[in-house]
């Protein structure tokens, strides 16, 4: 079936050091490709999304890129800062008549370092 | 209002127990999701509604028993559960059933005695 795969698992990085995940999907026909941050005993919330009629997008230290041909899209985050540690998960989703997929990847702990 | 939310925020149950989940939202969303989230996991997505039908199943067991009333509201009836169904329960509600952003409530944490 279809699958969304996540790396790292894990990610430490100091404070103002950029970090970057990556996720890579099977379903050639995703269209939605959304990012959520999940801090300790919260709900899942979105970050940033980017559909697939677009290459990049960028919200101020957020930004994601979508590669089609390779099936593959990356999180960036600029200046990191220790409120920024979390789990995140990306997600494909794929829309069409009668089809609706919302796929999560594995998750990415990023940690941090003051 | 911008938030989902839910009820209980624990639940624990013995397995010949029947109880439900509840979750409401009040953006006017039209699809609403149920999703499973083990600990250190990615949610699974378990049931789809669109403007209050059942619209996607997972292939979930029977014993998980979906009901919308309203737009505003969905429900998860529970039965004869089992330890291993133990978790997060999300309820999550969007604009529609396409490519929009989810709105996730805090969950109910589900334990299974």
């Known amino acids: 079936g279809e699958n969304v795969e996540q790396h790292p698992s894990t990610l430490s990085v100091q404070e103002g050091d950029s970090a970057v995940i990556k996720c890579t999907y099977s379903?050639?026909?995703?269209?939605?490709f959304p990012w959520y941050k999940q801090e300790l005993g919260k709900r899942p919330q979105l970050i940033i999304d980017?559909?697939?009629?677009?290459g990049e997008k960028k919200d101020q230290r957020i930004a994601v890129t979508l590669n089609k041909t390779a099936k593959h899209f990356s999180l960036h985050i600029t200046e990191t800062q220790p409120e920024d540690s979390a789990v995140y998960f990306c997600a494909a989703s794929t829309t069409g008549s009668g089809t609706y997929k919302y796929i999560f990847g594995t998750g990415t702990r990023l940690k941090v370092l003051a | 209002d911008t938030e989902v939310t839910q009820t209980p925020k624990h639940l624990v149950m013995g397995m010949t127990n029947k109880k439900s989940l509840k979750c409401e939202q009040h953006?006017?969303?039209?699809?609403m999701y149920w999703y499973k989230q083990k600990a250190k996991k990615p949610p699974e997505l378990m049931f789809v509604y669109s403007y209050e039908k059942l619209s996607i199943n997972e292939s979930v067991p029977s014993r998980f028993s979906p009901e919308c009333p309203n737009s505003s509201l969905l429900n998860l009836h529970l039965h004869a559960l089992q330890p291993e169904d133990s978790a997060l329960y999300l309820c999550a509600s969007s604009q529609g059933r396409g490519s929009y952003e989810q709105y996730f409530g805090p969950g109910t944490r589900l334990t299974v005695t």
């Open positions: 980017i559909r697939s009629n677009v």
């Open positions: 379903d050639s026909a995703s269209n939605y």
């Open positions: 953006m006017g969303h039209r699809a």
